[in-house]
């Protein structure tokens, strides 16, 4: 589990990093201001500052849509182990036991008709 919540955040470290340098460079905006923008993009809170070029807004537009994928990614992959956890609580697994790839017996049934 803590191997899976480290590679999470790497994602959203990598992810925020990807926000901070986009919005420092686009926008303009000082490196703290650009840190906020980011993070609050990257949450699902919404920008802070307003937008005023053309660039800045799209690399914000942009950086929503790929903040989305990466927020439910790293859900994922926090929750990974749980729920495989689970799937071994149930005995669930991913390959059949050979029992039960054996077909089941078919009890013969005695002929009628004869004599």
């Known amino acids: 589990m803590v191997r899976c919540l480290m590679f999470a955040i790497g994602i959203l470290a990598v ?3 990807i926000g901070v340098v986009g919005y420092h460079v686009f926008a303009a905006l ?8 980011a993070a609050m993009i990257l949450t699902g809170m919404g920008p802070v500052n307003p937008l005023t070029s053309a660039g ?6 942009v ?5 989305g994928l990466v927020f439910v990614s790293v859900i994922t992959i926090a929750l990974t182990p ?3 956890r689970i799937l071994h609580k149930f005995h669930l697994s991913e390959e059949p036991h050979r029992a039960e790839t054996k ?4 009890p013969l049934s005695p002929q ?3 004599g």
């Open 82 to 84: 749980v729920f495989h």
């Open 112 to 114: 009628r008709g004869e």
């Open 63 to 67: 950086y929503a849509l790929f903040s």
């Open 15 to 17: 992810a925020l990093a």
């Open 30 to 37: 000082p490196w703290l201001d650009a840190f906020l923008n």
């Open 103 to 106: 077909p089941p017996r078919v």
């Open 56 to 61: 800045a807004k799209l690399f914000a537009s």
